[in-house]
């Protein structure tokens, strides 16, 4: 599946952005789908994740009750909402999809995911 991210931009801190995630060539409604985010001279980490369902949601502690993961199958989207930015949220976003469909354990680790997408830059201002 081809993924494509999109809404990063330059927000102050303690504002807002609304990620995208577009997947084309087969549908994301079956696979399990992650947000990953690098900042500069930093590894890739894990930012939050949803079920294939959108029945559940899983999220880094740094990020957990500010930002929401959720999905429309319908439209093969998949959206991260981001609220109370913070400096420290500065870097490239990535979407990714679950290699396998249907997988009823969602994952922290960047291995556990086959597609992503080219990443949005987010940069937040103090």
């Known amino acids: 599946v081809q993924l494509q991210a999109s809404g990063g931009g330059v927000v102050q801190a303690g504002g807002s952005l609304r990620l995208s995630c577009a997947g084309s060539?087969?549908?994301?409604?079956?696979?399990?789908m992650g947000w990953f985010r690098q900042a500069a001279g930093k590894e890739r980490e894990f930012v939050c994740a949803?079920?294939?369902?959108?029945?559940?949601?899983l999220y880094a502690d740094s990020v957990q009750g500010r930002f929401t993961i959720s999905r429309d199958n319908a439209k093969n989207m998949v959206y991260l909402q981001m609220n109370s930015l913070k400096p420290e949220d500065t870097a490239v976003y990535y979407c990714?999809?679950?290699?396998?469909?249907?997988?009823?354990?969602?994952?922290?680790?960047?291995?556990?995911?086959?597609?992503w997408g080219q990443g949005t830059q987010v940069t937040v201002s103090s």
């Open positions: 990714a999809a679950g290699p396998q469909p249907y997988q009823a354990r969602l994952s922290r680790t960047a291995e556990d995911y086959d597609d």
């Open positions: 060539g087969r549908t994301l409604s079956i696979y399990n």
């Open positions: 949803i079920k294939w369902m959108g029945t559940s949601a």
